[in-house]
């Protein structure tokens, strides 16, 4: 026989239910409206500003130059900004390499700039232009690291072949190159004319530049207590004193200048 249930019996726990669903809802709704008064305010604080712009020390650009291209200023809406507009527009600007934006914590943007290194200087009738390893040039109005100066490298392709050596070179000897002239000429295209910081000058080709400068220290340590002169690494490796090459030296060991 079944059992009869009577209706009146099942009043109460259907009440608890529609209690309990009704309540969820309401809970639910009191989440989303006290959410969104919270978003609304923020919005409308201080909290939601930029509060702090960091940009990591630089050398060719200064970091107010930077941050005024970037276009972002403490009291902007944090929010407000598209970081990749931002690494785009300063990844055009001319020694930049790459650029990363980030919002950090609650209210500080970060930059972090990676400029291109300088390899060397280009000089040009008394100006100078750094050139940098991707091979392009940056104008300058002072001398802003220790590198070598390059003279009559006005093409191009020959000044991005002598880029690529000179970054493959050990600091050791990068840092002892005081001046390179290139002399290239239609029979001998790569020639170039090396001086020292330590007196000597070098004679030598683009093509094997850093293959042939790496055993300089060896080559002028067994010089050690002669006359200073020209090495030239072109072919082979020979040596040749000043006085041979031009005739006269000064008293420290120099050439003496033709106009002297």
Known sequence: MEKVIDIEERIPSMRKKRRRRTNKKF????????????????????????????????????????????????????????????????????????????RKWLRDVDI???????????EEKGQYSLLLENGELFATESLLAKAPILNGFKDEAIRKRMTKQLMKLDEDVYHLISEITFEGTKDDIDSLRVYMDDGFEVRAVISTF???????????AQLNGLEKGVIDVEVGTYFTPFSKVYGLIKEDGD??????
């Open 112 to 122: 972090h700039i990676s400029e291109w290194d300088t390899v060397a200087y280009i």
């Open 255 to 260: 050439p003496v200048d033709e106009e002297e």
């Open 210 to 220: 850093a293959d042939k400068m790496m055993y300089y220290p060896e080559i002028t």
């Open 27 to 102: 809970s639910f709704v009191l989440f989303v409206f006290v959410l969104a008064l919270l978003v609304t305010l923020y919005f409308q604080s201080a909290l939601s500003e930029v509060g702090k712009l960091t940009i990591n020390e630089t050398v060719l650009h200064e970091s107010p130059f930077y941050e005024e291209q970037s276009g972002l200023a403490v009291g902007d809406a944090l929010w407000g900004f598209s970081i990749d507009e931002i690494e785009k527009s300063l990844g055009a600007l001319a020694g930049v390499e790459q650029v990363t934006v980030k």
